[in-house]
Nanobody
C-alpha cells in the first residue's frame, strides 16, 4: 500500500467552506480512480464522492450540489471542495486512490490517514 497524505480539515461554522487535499508524494505513481469517504463515531463509513481516470464524477445524495471532487495531475493531488457545510457533515474524511506505477504495475486501494472536519457554531 502507498500512503496518501491528507490536509485541509478543521473547524468551521455552518454555511462555511473547506477544501481537503490528498497528495501522492512519490511521482513514480499516477492517480487513476480516487474517492473521498467519511465516518462519524457510531456510523458506518460512507463514500461521498468519486472521480475516475477520465474525470467522470459521482456524489452521494447528501453532498450533491455542495461538494466538488477534482484533481490536479501536475501536482499529483485530489481535492474535495466543501461548500455550504452542515453540522451533519462532521466526520473524519478519508482519501482513497488507485495508483498506476510507471513500471506498469497497478496498486489499488491506497488510503490517506484521515482528517477531521467539524461543523459547529
Amino acid at each position: 500500500q502507498v500512503q496518501l497524505v491528507e490536509s485541509g480539515g478543521g473547524l468551521v461554522q455552518p454555511g462555511g467552506s473547506l477544501r481537503l487535499s490528498c497528495a501522492v508524494s512519490d511521482r513514480t505513481f499516477e492517480i487513476s480512480f480516487a474517492a473521498w469517504h467519511r465516518q462519524a463515531p457510531g456510523n458506518q463509513r460512507d463514500m461521498v464522492a468519486t472521480i475516475t481516470g477520465r474525470n467522470s464524477t459521482n456524489y452521494a445524495d447528501s453532498v450533491k450540489d455542495r461538494f466538488t471532487i477534482s484533481r490536479d495531475n501536475a501536482k499529483n493531488t485530489v481535492y474535495l471542495q466543501m461548500n455550504s457545510l452542515k453540522p451533519e457533515d462532521t466526520a473524519v474524511y478519508y482519501c482513497q486512490a488507485d495508483l498506476m506505477h510507471y513500471s506498469g504495475l497497478y496498486y489499488p486501494n491506497n488510503w490517506g490517514q484521515g482528517t477531521q472536519v467539524t461543523v459547529s457554531s
